[in-house]
């Protein structure tokens, strides 16, 4: 549905004035970065105390006027969750009111009571998270993509590609809720109908996508990276013809060679970032590699596992966010579950903004055989969908035992309850790819973590 078009053109207005003060802000490094995202946090912190009835108890004990992030408690997950309508500070926004909206997937990216925007995780840690962004937060967001386009990140972008293909932007990704890509990509259609956007669902088999990309014809693609190393194969094979002016990747991790594999075969620059369904725009991916954190907007916090402060240069247990740029639902010393390393020092690509490089968000592309023996890749966020769409499980393993051969791995919990749903779901799902001869088995063990601070590789190649 298109939106209200005042409303839009105050929200690009917004976006844009935002734009440029980040910018601006950032130009004059790391002091007047610190300084900004301090007096936001200040902000934050006042409005979250007198607003939240959450957080006004939780820091009743903490006595004084002003409050500093340090001395406040970590919150998690499903602390929030349990205590979700004392916890937004927007007091019509409660679960019932969300959980009805949420019902109706032809929501997804509308606004909820005519002024926010509400996305849902599952997220390996297997605790379901609904998020309400306000209307400040989506302008910072925009703001940040705007930043990072006037960044070096763009600098190899060809330009009169985009113009070639009029603009056209693909996004391949789970659609089939309200996922923070699919809700925040329909949100910004929705707002600017003058953009040509299409998304395509990411649980199609990959040809699927190839040809629907080549009737396209596309200048920029945003996916996870594991899908934009599979077109790239397919680009390199001559299946998709597709002539990018810039690539977008979010969601799982990037490594230095897949990045620059995927640079080479489109010809065009990669911009990965770091988000979460809690803060969409974290941090930015830069020419060494490294993750540079919005840290105007956006405070993270490296810790151990009795949220000690971990050194630079260390691998952190987990890692506290604070997002100040969202006041609805305020997310202030979050643990997020991610382990980070900070960079000592300032970034050779020379960013004032502080790097991380951040573990276990790596799944893995399972290829699976088909019966004539051509390789049929299957794009992890897939595989996991499928079965979370079916089943309403959050916490599971598949693993390939052999070319025509998965393995399932469920919580004892969900074995009981949803273990038919959930192979029936993969069943259809590989049945769609025509691989009716792989093996699906059920284990009898539970998920397996491999990682410190407890995230799941929830697809496990052989
Ligand atoms: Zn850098």
Known sequence: MPADPLRSAVDQWRAAALAAQTLWVRSLGGTAIAAAAHARCDTLIRFARARSPFYGDAWTHLHGGHLELADLPVVGKRTLMDAFDDWCTDREVTRAA???FLEHRAHIGERFLGRHVVWTSSGSTGEPGIFVQDD?????????????????????????????????????????DHFASIASWRRKANGTPWLDMKSFAVTQ????????????????????P???????????????????????????????????????????PLQNEYGASECLAIAHGCR?????????????????????PTPPGTLSHTVLLTNLANAVQPLIRYDLGDSVRAMAGLCACGSPLPAVQVEGRNDDVVVLLARDGTPMPLVPLALTTVIED????????IVQTASDGLALRLTDADRVRAAATAVAALRAYLDRHALHHVGIVLEAGEPRPEHRGGKLRQVVAM
């Open 226 to 268: 594991t899908v934009l190393s599979l077109l790239a194969e397919e680009q390199a094979a001559g299946r998709l013809a597709i002539r990018p002016a810039a690539l977008w990747s979010g969601g799982e991790g990037l490594s230095h060679s897949a990045r620059r594999e995927i640079e080479r075969v489109f010809g065009c």
């Open 288 to 308: 060494e590699g490294w993750l540079h954190v919005d840290a105007d907007w956006v405070i993270l916090e490296p810790v151990d596992s009795d949220y000690r």
């Open 136 to 176: 400040a937060a989506l302008a910072t967001y925009d703001a940040l993509v705007t930043a990072q386009l006037a960044g070096p990140g763009f600098a190899g972008c060809k330009w009169q590609d985009v113009v070639a293909q009029h603009g056209r932007a693909a996004l391949i990704t789970a659609d089939t």
């Open 390 to 397: 079916a089943a309403d499980v959050h916490r599971f393993q």
């Open 98 to 100: 969300v959980d009805s």
């Open 205 to 224: 088999p990959v040809p699927d996508i190839v040809r629907a990309l080549n009737s396209y014809q596309p200048a920029f693609v945003s996916s996870y």
